[in-house]
Structure formats: C-alpha cells, structure tokens
C-alpha cells in the first residue's frame, strides 16, 4: 500500500480548509463530517498522488490545518466519543472565519 499524500499546500489546502470551515459552521454539537469532507474534496477532482480518493484522515495534513483548529475548541470533557464533535464554540469561529471581510 502506496502512503503517498495528497496536495497538502496551495489550492487543495484552501479548498479543504473552506470546507471544513463550512461544515463546522452548521455542525455545533454534532460529530464534523470528516467522510464527506473528504468525498467532496475527491469529487472537486483532489486524489492523492497515487490516484487514491482523498480519506478523511488527510484532512489534518493541510497547510493551515482548520481542522486541528477547530477540534482543539472543545467544549470539557474531551473524551473518544466527542473527539470529532464541533463545539458551538468552534462553530462560532468557523462562522466568523467564513463571513469576516478579508483585510
């Protein structure tokens, strides 16, 4: 089995991270839906260099990693279960992060 990565930086980075933010922003309190991320990215044409579909764990690889982000705003307790939910708290900073005037 082939390990090689999918485009981390650029265009692929910006698209992922756009969609992670997306989701976050209208998933508080529910698990961020990694897997579908992940199948949209690989219907916008992203696969990883070995011709591989994009999977959910090449999400937290990308250059400026939102999805790290957003999952390190939890609400307590952390625990296995609640690892991939999205506080309302991230979900608040998604939101902002996607209707912010660039400046």
Same mark, same amino acid.
């Given at each position: 089995?082939?390990?090689?990565?999918?485009?981390?930086?650029?265009?692929?980075?910006?698209?992922?991270?756009?969609? #992670?933010?997306?989701?976050?922003?209208?998933?508080?309190?529910?698990?961020?839906?990694?897997?579908?991320?992940?199948?949209?990215?690989?219907?916008?044409?992203?696969?990883?260099?070995?011709?591989?579909? #994009?999977?959910?764990?090449?999400?937290?690889? *990308?250059?400026?990693?939102?999805?790290?982000?957003?999952?390190?705003?939890?609400?307590?307790? *952390?625990?296995?279960?609640?690892?991939?939910?999205?506080?309302? #708290?991230?979900?608040?900073?998604?939101?902002?992060?996607?209707?912010?005037?660039?400046?």
């Amino acid at each position: 089995m082939s390990t090689e990565a999918v485009e981390t930086t650029g265009r692929c980075a910006r698209d992922a991270n756009m969609l #992670v933010l997306a989701y976050a922003a209208v998933s508080a309190g529910k698990d961020l839906p990694r897997r579908q991320i992940a199948e949209t990215l690989d219907s916008l044409g992203y696969q990883h260099s070995d011709g591989r579909p #994009v999977d959910a764990h090449a999400l937290r690889g *990308f250059e400026g990693n939102a999805l790290d982000v957003l999952m390190n705003v939890a609400a307590p307790p *952390f625990n296995r279960r609640t690892e991939h939910r999205t506080s309302p #708290v991230a979900a608040a900073l998604a939101y902002v992060a996607l209707t912010r005037p660039a400046a």
